[in-house]
């Protein structure tokens, strides 16, 4: 069974950092595609960063300010947001395609306040 597993998040103010994390089990984790989605009030989950092979997608809207990366040997995929704006303000999905089937995180809520 396909687990993720998130932590970090929580309250910062604008121009703040916080890192996130996703551990994953129940799958091969180097074969999956590990996203970063988010999702504010209101608003359609959007896609924020994600990894295919060596290639690194990140929304315009978090390029220069998130950092993908993630760990095979510790099946751990992380975030890293710097420069935090009120707008990143959502609850942040860590999402694993794998053997065809897709799995979302629990999610884990960030808010920045100006």
């Known amino acids: 069974q396909v687990q993720l597993v998130e932590s970090g998040g929580g309250s910062v103010q604008s121009g703040g950092s916080l890192s996130l994390s996703c551990t994953g089990s129940?799958?091969?984790?180097?074969?999956?595609?590990m996203s970063w989605y988010r999702q504010a009030p209101g608003k359609e989950r959007e896609l924020v960063a994600g990894?295919?092979?060596?290639?690194?997608t990140y929304a315009d809207s978090v390029k220069g300010r998130f950092t993908y990366s993630r760990d095979n040997a510790k099946n751990t995929v992380s975030l890293q947001m710097n420069s935090l704006k009120p707008e990143d303000t959502a609850v942040y999905y860590c999402?694993?395609?794998?053997?065809?089937?897709?799995?979302w995180g629990q999610g884990t809520q960030v808010t920045v306040s100006s």
């Open positions: 990894n295919v092979g060596v290639t690194t």
């Open positions: 999402y694993a395609y794998v053997s065809q089937r897709g799995t």
């Open positions: 129940g799958f091969i984790f180097s074969h999956a595609v």
